[in-house]
């Protein structure tokens, strides 16, 4: 089975930083293109950041040059390192994962639809 586990999710005041990590096992091939979401009470969950098997990034316009999505494909674990971050950054923030060579989208996310899903880890940004 394939297993995501979000951790590194907390309480910020704003301008502060996290360091998101998704924790990965199961998955096989080595090609996958992996990403980060965020659902914010009442709105629809939104693509943040997605990194295809090449290292290629993709970042939704609101956290250009502020995060930044990496991946250690020999620990299996995905990262976001979040700064300067908004209030409106607030959010249950979801790792996610598609196998196959497609590479990253506008707006941060992979060219396949995501297909492995972790559980989420909470970020509250305080004015």
């Known amino acids: 089975d394939v297993q995501l586990v979000e951790s590194g999710g907390g309480s910020v005041q704003a301008g502060g930083s996290l360091k998101l990590s998704c924790a990965t096992s199961?998955?096989?091939?080595?090609?996958?293109?992996m990403g980060w979401f965020r659902q914010a009470p009442g709105k629809e969950r939104e693509g943040v950041a997605a990194?295809?098997?090449?290292?290629?990034?993709s970042y939704t316009d609101s956290v250009k040059g502020r995060f930044t999505i990496s991946r250690d494909n020999d620990k299996k674990t995905l990262y976001l390192q979040m700064n300067s971050l908004k209030p409106e950054d607030t959010a249950m923030y979801f790792c996610?994962?598609?196998?196959?060579?497609?590479?990253?989208?506008?707006?941060?996310?992979?060219?396949?639809?995501?297909?492995?899903w972790g559980k989420g880890t909470l970020v509250t940004v305080s004015s």
């Open positions: 996610a994962a598609v196998e196959g060579l497609g590479t990253v989208m506008p707006g941060g996310v992979c060219y396949y639809t995501m297909n492995h």
């Open positions: 990194i295809d098997a090449d290292g290629r990034p």
């Open positions: 199961g998955l096989t091939g080595g090609y996958y293109c």
